[in-house]
């Protein structure tokens, strides 16, 4: 036992940090990009751990790793003390976002691209020059997923379906208005018959139906569709050069009157605002850049939407 406790206490413990990557994100790859390492620096330190532990770890099954009854026995107090050493750490050391170098992915839809974005990025030159931002789109089904394996840092969108490990803060209700050409004979005035017997422009990436044809369709009211389109700035510069009303989630369409020769009217029926959320993994609360990322996320949304005439 006592060659077993001196070879132990030899053991780097930025293994086990790569230990619990490992098996809290389900591969080496995943791993790497939570830890910002490269993949091969991931896999000789989980060789290291084989060797000093003297188990395989981790057997492959598909395209996951999936952990030993050792690495599942001994998980629960690994983790316990790394959260332990990372509190303690954090608490002496002080943060520096000037210091960072690292990416930062988010999932984004394009309307929340063009209102938050701008401000983000001005913030991030200012305070954290070295970091770099990436805006994804992704398929409200693989949020969960993204976040979990470290492709994705944050996600913003719309009531996810997703696991306890997934924490989220609201940010924002999302209303509608309705975007028209500026001489629009409904530019003045717009109630509901209008709104109905009018025809319309749609967005959705895959051609599906909208979600809002879907509600007024629940409530026997239904519009003509004549087109349908992939991005919200496209259908309201289809709508700038037409007769087609296209409607679009307020703050976008605010920011789209300033661009485009669009006048805007309140949508005549009555729809309940849609709550949009920030997503990410449970196992970023205790990072400090995360979190100091996160903030700024949250306040270049907010502030975007407090800016916007209402």
């Known amino acids: 036992m006592g060659m077993t406790m001196e070879r132990d206490s030899r053991i780097d413990l930025n293994l086990f940090r790569v230990l619990d990557a490992i098996y809290t994100h389900g591969g080496v790859s995943a791993a790497a990009r939570v830890l910002h390492l490269t993949q091969p620096a991931v896999t000789h330190a989980l060789r290291r751990l084989r060797d000093h532990l ?12 999936l952990p030993t009854d050792k690495v599942r026995a001994m998980m629960p107090a690994v983790q316990a003390h790394l959260k332990g050493l990372l509190a303690s750490t954090h608490a002496q050391a002080m943060f520096d976002a000037s210091r960072l170098q690292m990416e930062f992915v988010i999932g984004f839809r394009d309307i929340l691209e063009s209102i938050a974005l701008p401000g983000l990025m001005a913030s991030i030159a200012r305070e954290a020059p070295g970091v770099r931002i990436v805006s994804r789109r992704v398929a409200a089904d693989d ?9 994705l840092d944050l996600a913003v969108d719309r009531p996810l379906r997703a696991g306890d490990h997934i924490s989220h803060r609201r940010l924002l209700n999302e209303t509608l208005a309705v975007a028209m050409r500026r001489d629009h004979p409904l530019s003045r005035q717009l109630r509901r018959a209008d709104y109905l017997d009018a025809q319309h422009v749609t967005v959705s990436p895959l051609g599906e139906s909208s979600a809002l044809d879907t509600l007024l369709g629940q409530n026997g009211m239904f519009r003509e569709v004549r087109m349908v389109a992939q991005h919200y700035f496209s259908a309201c510069q289809i709508a700038a050069a037409s007769d087609l009303l296209v409607t679009v989630p307020r703050a976008y369409a605010e920011h789209l009157a300033t661009l485009l020769p669009i006048a805007l009217q309140p949508l005549p029926i009555r729809i309940k605002a849609i709550p949009i959320l920030a997503y990410w993994h449970d196992s970023k609360d205790a990072d400090q850049a995360h979190r100091w990322f996160r903030e700024r996320l949250v306040t270049s ?3 975007a939407m407090q800016a916007s005439p209402q």
């Open 301 to 303: 949304i907010t502030g």
């Open 143 to 151: 949020v969960e997923r993204e976040l979990t394996i470290g492709a």
């Open 54 to 65: 003297g188990d395989p770890l981790f057997v492959r099954q598909g395209n996951r790793l």
